[in-house]
């Protein structure tokens, strides 16, 4: 097998680095970019399709921006104290560890020890291992925590990045369907097909992240917002009929 200065070649034909590189998935920003771009599109684009069903531009302007704001800012504190409540969570069960570890420390490698054993390891081995993690206490004590919680408290991620990326991107999705009024176009459909485009960059951009299939996931996201948007129209369209 062909070797190189990254490891051996994999069935790509790539070093295994290159080959087995992995997105960060810990650093909070992007689910909450993702959310909020999509919650930014998909409820901006219904609010303004619902509103534009029975009132003129300028309502509609005033109703987009006003619903841009309420949600951009709601997003960010909704994701700030999601993520810090998570993070004093995580907090909260690194001292119940480290209390464990002072106070029931052999109890703690039998833990270990069988957890390993569980893995596939022979007691021998399970029992070695355990020994060579336990020589650091602090590396042995993140040990537990990830395969006890899932969790390293190493990478917890920052609340202020989730809520500053929410508040952006949602702020981003919904002026889109807004532009055309903003340019002066007094025209829903002109909204909605701004909203649709973004829909569908949205869902793209997402897939660029998850690797998964740009197409399907934009035409779904696409689908899923216009579903959304065209209920809300048609709620709209009722409550201004029975109005009048």
């Known amino acids: 097998m062909a070797q190189s200065a990254g490891g051996p070649y994999s069935p790509t034909g790539k070093p295994h680095v290159a080959d087995h590189?992995?997105?960060?998935?810990?650093?909070?920003?992007?689910?909450?970019?993702?959310?909020?771009?999509?919650?930014?599109?998909?409820?901006?684009?219904?609010?303004?399709?619902?509103?534009?069903?029975?009132?003129?531009?300028?309502?509609?302007?005033?109703?987009?921006?006003?619903?841009?704001?309420?949600?951009?800012?709601?997003?960010?504190?909704?994701?700030?104290?999601?993520?810090?409540?998570?993070?004093?969570?995580?907090?909260?069960?690194?001292?119940?560890?480290?209390?464990?570890?002072?106070?029931?420390?052999?109890?703690?490698?039998?833990?270990?020890?069988a957890m390993l054993t569980d893995m596939g390891m022979t007691p021998e081995t399970a029992t070695k291992a355990t020994e060579e993690i336990h020589r650091d206490e602090a590396k042995a004590m993140n040990f537990h925590l990830v395969q006890e919680l899932g969790v390293d408290p190493r990478e917890k991620p920052s609340p202020w990045v989730a809520a500053l990326s929410s508040f952006f991107l949602f702020a981003i999705g919904a002026v889109i369907p807004l532009v055309p009024y903003l340019l002066g176009y007094e025209s829903l459909w002109a909204g909605l097909a701004c909203g649709g485009v973004g829909l569908l960059l949205a869902g793209a951009a997402a897939a660029r992240f998850t690797r998964r299939p740009r197409i399907r996931s934009a035409v779904r996201q696409l689908l899923l917002g216009g579903a959304a948007i065209a209920l809300t129209y048609l709620v709209g369209y009722l409550i201004g009929v029975s109005v009048t």
């Not at 960060?24 to 069903?53: E, P, Q």
């Not at 994701?79 to 106070?103: D, G, H, L, P, W």
């Open 21 to 113: 590189a992995h997105a960060d998935v810990t650093g909070g920003w992007l689910r909450a970019a993702t959310f909020g771009a999509m919650d930014g599109l998909v409820s901006n684009t219904a609010l303004i399709a619902g509103v534009a069903a029975s009132a003129d531009a300028h309502t509609v302007v005033i109703s987009g921006v006003a619903g841009l704001l309420a949600g951009a800012f709601s997003m960010a504190l909704g994701e700030y104290t999601s993520v810090m409540t998570a993070n004093e969570q995580i907090e909260s069960e690194v001292r119940v560890e480290r209390r464990s570890f002072e106070n029931h420390p052999q109890a703690e490698r039998a833990e270990l020890v």
